[in-house]
Structures are given as C-alpha cells and as structure tokens.
C-alpha cells in the first residue's frame, strides 16, 4: 500500500512568512510523528500525536510551531515568522503500535 | 535524558567484505530499538526492530543485536554490496515515551 507522504517535497520562503508542511500517513495509523533533521542538531522529535490529541508536544522549539492533525489522518506543521535557522527537512512517520515508525521522504525547507 | 552515540560518523570498506556498525545509548530502559537508512537527500527506511527483551533480529543479510545491560546495539551486514551506501542510523524509544532518539548515523561507503 501507499507509505507515508509529504507536501511539499521543497519549500523556499522569505523570513517572517509562514509556512505550512502536510504530511499523509499511512492508512489506519493512529500515531503520527513529526521531526526535524538539521545539519547542526541531527534528527530531532517535534510533536507525536495519538488520534487527532497531541499528548507530547515537547520537541517544538518555540510557539512559532504548532501542528495539528483532523479525522485522524492528515496533519499540518505550520512555522510562523520562519527564520533562518528553521531551515531543514522535516520528517513525519506514522506508526500502527508503538512499534515501527515509518517515515515520508520529508520536506525540506529553505529560509531565505 | 537519553543520549545516542554512533561511532564511526564515517565508514568505507571494499565490497564483498563483512562490517559491524555501533550504536550506544545512555538510558538502559528502552522500550525498542530501531535501525534505519538514509540514502543521500531521502527520507529514512526502517531496516530492523529489536524489541527490549529481544537479543537480535535478523534480515537478510542484515543482524542487529541488543546488550541492553551495556547499553549498546550492533548492526552487521554481510558482504557488502554498493547499494548498501548509505547513512545508518539506530534510534531508542524509552518506556512512557513515544518519541524516537536519534543517534548522529554513520555514514557508510561501499567501494567497488
């Protein structure tokens, strides 16, 4: 079956606008997992969300992020007044269990 | 906090020959320990699960092992091929938490 997606593949922006990252699971998962892999930091957790509740929002590295996840399936990372060192790819992974995670090709973003 | 170690950052052997790649971590108290790649501007594939009360786990020509009490994983791979260049990266998720920690990877090169 089709594995996780994500859209865009590439997004480049000018500081201070927003962005949003959508990321598609696989079918029927019920968590979803975003990170960040940055050349400086390595690949990093952001926010896990189980159903449409995001019980561990700790990894988000200020109020600029937020996400959200509706019906279960689709979520959207959103990054307000994007600066220069939120540049990176951002990885979403959905898993069935607390077992394997399985990760969308990401999508890498370039702040100008 | 858990802390993942992968040492070498960098590897390259000639094809056909045997190889093992570390993996250590801080935090015994690991639920799971999963082995991925990365192949250059891609997103990762989920090589091997080793569950917390599980030793190894095979695939093909791939082994990973757990020494929990040690702290440590191996992944072994079995004359190397060139299409097993790539980036490994071994992430642990800890009991009461759904996130992954992510070692830095070890960057693998196969030369023909």
């Known amino acids: 079956g089709a594995g996780v997606s994500q859209s865009p593949s590439n997004k480049v922006t000018e500081k201070g606008k927003d962005v949003e990252l959508r990321c598609d699971p696989i079918?029927?998962?019920?968590?979803l997992y975003w990170y960040r892999q940055s050349l400086g930091q390595g690949l990093e957790f952001l926010i896990y969300?189980?159903?449409?509740?995001?019980?561990?929002k700790s990894g988000l590295p200020s109020d600029r992020f937020s996400a959200e996840r509706t019906g279960g399936s689709v979520s959207t990372l959103t990054i307000q007044r994007t600066q220069q060192e939120d540049s990176a790819v951002y990885l979403c992974?959905?898993?069935?269990?607390?077992?394997?995670?399985?990760f969308g090709p990401g999508t890498r973003l370039t702040v100008l | 906090k858990q802390e993942v170690t992968q040492i070498p950052a960098a590897l390259s052997v000639p094809e056909g020959e045997n190889l093992v790649l570390n993996c250590s971590f801080t935090?015994?108290?690991?639920?799971?320990l999963q082995w991925f790649r990365q192949d250059h501007g891609k997103g990762l594939t989920s090589l091997l699960l080793?569950?917390?009360?599980?030793r190894e786990q095979t695939s093909g020509r791939l082994n990973a092992s757990l020494d929990k009490s040690s702290g440590r994983s191996t992944l072994y791979i079995a004359a190397s091929q060139p299409g097993d260049s790539a980036t490994y990266l071994c992430a642990v998720k800890n009991f009461g938490n759904e996130k992954l920690t992510f070692g830095t990877g070890t960057r693998l090169t196969i030369i023909p």
């Open positions: 935090d015994s108290a690991i639920y799971n």
């Open positions: 080793i569950q917390s009360s599980q």
């Open positions: 969300f189980q159903g449409n509740s995001a019980p561990d």
């Open positions: 992974a959905s898993s069935l269990s607390a077992d394997t995670q399985y």
């Open positions: 079918s029927g998962h019920t968590a």
